[in-house]
C-alpha cells in the first residue's frame, strides 16, 4: 500500500495544455502514472499526447472517472482550480501552482474544511508512491520503491531525502511535499496520520522549516499516537528573523517559528532529530536496523511454532545476523 | 511587501480609519509647510524607515513650534538610524511625516495578520500599547485578546464588540474603537495585507480612536491586483544587491557571513546555510536560482555574490531533477572563466547526468572542489577554509 496516490489513481490535470501542465503530464504518464484526462476551458474535446481534454472538470470526472487532480494553471486562478476540482467529486487534489495569494488560499482551505477531501499543496513538487503513480514534478528515477514514508516542506530537499534513503537502500511508501505556503490543504500532522494509519510505512521522515507553528503540532500528535521511527530535520537554523527565505511561509515573525524551538520541541516528542541535513537517510537507516533487531526475535519465534516451510533460511540468517548486531551494540552500549 | 507608516495612514484613511492629521515631507522646508497646514501648536516629527523601534532611536520628536519643526527636521533628514530591528549599519531618513500632536489618555495595541494554525486572519488586542508585542506576548500572554475571522462572512459586530470591551473601554470610547476595528479589519482584507499593526492605538481625551502608528504588509502574491500600492514600494529601503538579484529572477539575501552558496530550491538553499554552519563556516547569503540553473543563472550568481567582500568561498549545491547536472556543470564551468573567479569554489551536483558533471567539471583544469554527497560538500567547505 501507500497513501494518496497509488495504481488506482486516475488522474486529471488541470491546465494540461500549459507550458508546465504539458511538460510534466507527459514525465508523469512515462513514469506510469494513469492520466486519463486533462482540461482546459475552451480546448475540451482537443487530445493531448492521447489523453481526452475536456473544459470542466466534472465532464473528467463523468467520462473518464478521474479520481485524482493535479493542477498546474497559474496563480491567478488556481483557488477557481481547487474548487471546481473539489465540487466535481475529486478527492484528492494536489496543486504545483507557486505564489497564490494567502487570502485566496484561506477562502479555498475553510471552504472544503470538514469534507472528504484530500488538498495537497500548493507551491509543492507533489506526491509519489514509487512504482505506482507520480502526481507532480519530482523526478521519478531517484526513488525507490519501499516502506518509509517523507513528508517535507520543501521541493529539492525531499528529493535530497529521497536520494539519501535510495542510497541506504531504503525504499519509499510515499512521498508528499506539502508546499511552503503560509496557508496548506495538508499540514504534517494530516500526513503523518496517514503515514501512521498505514501498513506499508514503517518509519517517516518529516522535513520541516522555519516559519508557523506545524511541526510543533505534529510533534504533539507523534507523541501521542506515533509508534513508528521518525526521523526530523527543519532547515533555517541560520536564517535570520523577519526574512522571507524564498518559500511565502519561511519566516520568523515575531521571534516565533525558530528552527530551535521546532527541534526542541520535536525532540521532546522522541522524533530523531538530524543537526545536518546529510544524515537524513542514515540516521533511518540505523533507526530501521534496530527495529528490525527488535521485531527479529519475535519473527523467528512465530516461524518455529507454524514451522512453515515458506519462510526461507535466507530470511532466517538476515534476522540471527540482525540480532547479533544489536546485542553487540547493546553490549557497547552499556 | 514593506510601506512607510505614512504611507500606510494613506490606505487607512481611504477606509474610513482615524488617524491624526498629518503629511509627507522631503525638506525642512516642506516640513514646516505641512505643519502650518495642519494647524495647531504642538506636531510630531517622524523619520520613516522600514523598520519599528525608531522613538528610541531619535526618530520621533515632538515640536512645540514652528521653528522647532524645522530644526528637528533638518536633524533628522540624512541621519543614519539605528533601531533594534535596522542592524548595527542603521539606515538612512529620506522623508519625514508631521503630524498633529493628541492628547494622549490610554495607549492601546491592534494587531490583524493571518493565524496559520487555523487558516484564518485573527484579530489582537492588548491594553498594553506602547510597548513591543512580542514582549508582552512572551511575560503576560493573558493581556493580549484574540479573534479568529471567519473568512466567508468577515468580522462580525460582536466580535469588534467584544474586542472592545476587553480593552476595558465604555461608552464613546467603546463606540469609537468598535467603528475602529471594523474599518482596520476591512483595509486589510481589501489590500491584501498580510500584516496590520498598530501600536499605540491611541484614544484621545477627546473620546478619539486613532491610528498613532501604522504598520502594514502586504502578501507579495497578491500585489499583481493591487498596482496602487505596488507603487509605494521604496528601492532606497531594500539592500541594493537583493534589488540587483531581483532583476535577473535570483531570490537572493545577503547575510553577514564568509561562504557564499548557490542553490536550487528554497528548502535546499537554506540546509545548505545549515551545512556551512556545520562546516565551520557562516553563510554569507541566500541564493536560490530555482529550476533552470543555466549558464546565465549561474554568471549572475557569481556576479551578485562575489560584490560581498567577506566571502572567501562558494559552495554550489544543485539537484538537478529534471534539469540534467551536466549542463549545470557546463554552466559552472563557463560562468567560472567569464568571471574570473578567484576564490575556491565547492561544487556539489547531483541528480541526473550527475557522473558526467563531475567529469566535465573535473576535466575543465579550474580549481572546482568536486562533491559528491552533500556531507562531502561540508567537509570540502571545511577544507578550504582552514587553507
New interface residues.
Given amino acids: 500500500m501507500s497513501i494518496l496516490v497509488n495504481n488506482k489513481t486516475r488522474l486529471v490535470v488541470q491546465g494540461i495544455t500549459g507550458g508546465e501542465g504539458s511538460f510534466h503530464s507527459l514525465q508523469m504518464i512515462e513514469y506510469g502514472t494513469k492520466v486519463v484526462a486533462g482540461v482546459t476551458p475552451g480546448k475540451g474535446g482537443t487530445v493531448f499526447e492521447g489523453v481526452p481534454v475536456f473544459n470542466t472538470v466534472a465532464d473528467a470526472v463523468k467520462n473518464q472517472k478521474a479520481n485524482t487532480s493535479v493542477i498546474f494553471v497559474p496563480p491567478a486562478f488556481a483557488a477557481d482550480a481547487i474548487l471546481e476540482a473539489a465540487n466535481a467529486g475529486i478527492k484528492v487534489i494536489i496543486c504545483i501552482t507557486e505564489g497564490i495569494p494567502a487570502a485566496d488560499m484561506m477562502n479555498v482551505y475553510n471552504s472544503i474544511k470538514g469534507k472528504d477531501i484530500t488538498l495537497v499543496g500548493p507551491n509543492c513538487p507533489g506526491v509519489i508512491s514509487p512504482g505506482q503513480a507520480k502526481v507532480g514534478i519530482m523526478p521519478g528515477f531517484i526513488h525507490k520503491k519501499g516502506r518509509i514514508g517523507v513528508v517535507s516542506r520543501s521541493g529539492t530537499l525531499t528529493y535530497e531525502a529521497v536520494k539519501q534513503l535510495t542510497d541506504q537502500n531504503l525504499g519509499q511508501s510515499t512521498c508528499v511535499g506539502i508546499g511552503g505556503d503560509p496557508v496548506i490543504g495538508s499540514k504534517f500532522v494530516d500526513i503523518i496520520k496517514l503515514f501512521n494509519e498505514d501498513k506499508d510505512t514503517d518509519g517517516i521522515i518529516m522535513i520541516g522549516e522555519i516559519g508557523g507553528t506545524a511541526e510543533e503540532e505534529a510533534a504533539e500528535f507523534i507523541k501521542k499516537n506515533v509508534k513508528k521511527p521518525v526521523v526530523g530535520f527543519i532547515a533555517g537554523r541560520t536564517a535570520p528573523p523577519g526574512r522571507r527565505m524564498g518559500h511565502a511561509g519561511a519566516i520568523i515573525s515575531g521571534g516565533k517559528g525558530t528552527a530551535a524551538e521546532k527541534m526542541a520541541a520535536m525532540k521532546k516528542a522522541g522524533i530523531m532529530v538530524v543537526e545536518s541535513p546529510a544524515e537524513m537517510g542514515i540516521t533511518m537507516a540505523k533507526a530501521i536496523a534496530k527495529l528490525k533487531a527488535k521485531n527479529a526475535p519475535a519473527k523467528k519465534a512465530a516461524a518455529q511454532k507454524t514451522t512453515q516451510p515458506k519462510t526461507t533460511p535466507k530470511k532466517k540468517a538476515v534476522a540471527k545476523k540482525a540480532v547479533s548486531k544489536s546485542k553487540i551494540k547493546s553490549k557497547t552500549k552499556k | 511587501m514593506k510601506i512607510h507608516e505614512y504611507q500606510g495612514k494613506q490606505i487607512l484613511h481611504k477606509y474610513n480609519v482615524s488617524i491624526p492629521m498629518g503629511g509627507v515631507a522631503f525638506s525642512a522646508e516642506e516640513a514646516v509647510e505641512v505643519a502650518k497646514k495642519i494647524g495647531g501648536e504642538v506636531w510630531v516629527v517622524k523619520a520613516q524607515i522600514h523598520a519599528g523601534g525608531r522613538g528610541k532611536g531619535g526618530g520621533v520628536k515632538v515640536a512645540k513650534s514652528l521653528h522647532e519643526v524645522y530644526e528637528y527636521s533638518k536633524a533628522m533628514l540624512g541621519m543614519t538610524l539605528i533601531t533594534h530591528?535596522t542592524g548595527p549599519e542603521g539606515k538612512i531618513v529620506k522623508r519625514l511625516l508631521i503630524e498633529q500632536g493628541v492628547n494622549i489618555e490610554k495607549e492601546l495595541y491592534v494587531g490583524i495578520t493571518?493565524d496559520?494554525?487555523v487558516?484564518?486572519?485573527v484579530i489582537m488586542v492588548s491594553t498594553e500599547g506602547g510597548m513591543e508585542?512580542?514582549k508582552v506576548?512572551?511575560e503576560t500572554p493573558e493581556k493580549i485578546i484574540k479573534e479568529a475571522v471567519?473568512?466567508?462572512v468577515g468580522i462580525m459586530p460582536y466580535q469588534a464588540r467584544k474586542l472592545a470591551f476587553a480593552l476595558g473601554l465604555s461608552g464613546v470610547q467603546h463606540k469609537n474603537t468598535v467603528k475602529f476595528l471594523t474599518s482596520l479589519y476591512k483595509a486589510y482584507?481589501k489590500t491584501?495585507a498580510?500584516l496590520a499593526e498598530i501600536n499605540p492605538l491611541v484614544v484621545t481625551k477627546e473620546g478619539d480612536v486613532l491610528a498613532l502608528d501604522a504598520k502594514i504588509n502586504f502578501?507579495?502574491?497578491?500585489l499583481?491586483?493591487h498596482p496602487e500600492i505596488a507603487e509605494y514600494r521604496d528601492i532606497d529601503e531594500e539592500d541594493p544587491l537583493e534589488v540587483e538579484a531581483s532583476k535577473y529572477n535570483l531570490?537572493y539575501?545577503k547575510?553577514d557571513g564568509n561562504v557564499g552558496c548557490m542553490?536550487?530550491?528554497?528548502?535546499?538553499?537554506?540546509?545548505t546555510?545549515?551545512?556551512?554552519?556545520?562546516a565551520g563556516g557562516?553563510?554569507a547569503n541566500?541564493l536560490?536560482v530555482g529550476g533552470g540553473a543555466n549558464k546565465e543563472t549561474v554568471a549572475n550568481g557569481f556576479k551578485i555574490i562575489l560584490s560581498d567582500p567577506n566571502v572567501k568561498a562558494i559552495l554550489i549545491n544543485i539537484?538537478?531533477?529534471?534539469v540534467r547536472c551536466d549542463r549545470v556543470a557546463q554552466g559552472v564551468i563557463d560562468a567560472t572563466r567569464e568571471t574570473h573567479v578567484s576564490i575556491p569554489i565547492v561544487v556539489r551536483l547531483?541528480?541526473?547526468n550527475a557522473t558526467e558533471a563531475s567529469e566535465l567539471l573535473e576535466k575543465s583544469g579550474l580549481n572546482f572542489e568536486v562533491a559528491h554527497?552533500?556531507?562531502e560538500a561540508?567537509a570540502k567547505v571545511t577544507g578550504v577554509l582552514a587553507r
Avoid: C, H, W
Avoid at chain 2, 502578501?219 to 497578491?222: L, S, V, Y
Avoid at chain 2, 542553490?263 to 540546509?271: D, H
Avoid at chain 2, 546555510?273 to 556545520?278: E, H, N, P, R
Fill in positions: 530591528q493571518l496559520r494554525a487558516s484564518k486572519n508585542i512580542e506576548a512572551a471567519d473568512p466567508s482584507e491584501d498580510s502578501d507579495d502574491n497578491a499583481y491586483r531570490n539575501i547575510l542553490v536550487n530550491g528554497a528548502g535546499l538553499a537554506m540546509a546555510m545549515d551545512i556551512i554552519k556545520l557562516e553563510p541566500f536560490d539537484f538537478g531533477g529534471i547531483e541528480g541526473t554527497s552533500l556531507q561540508a
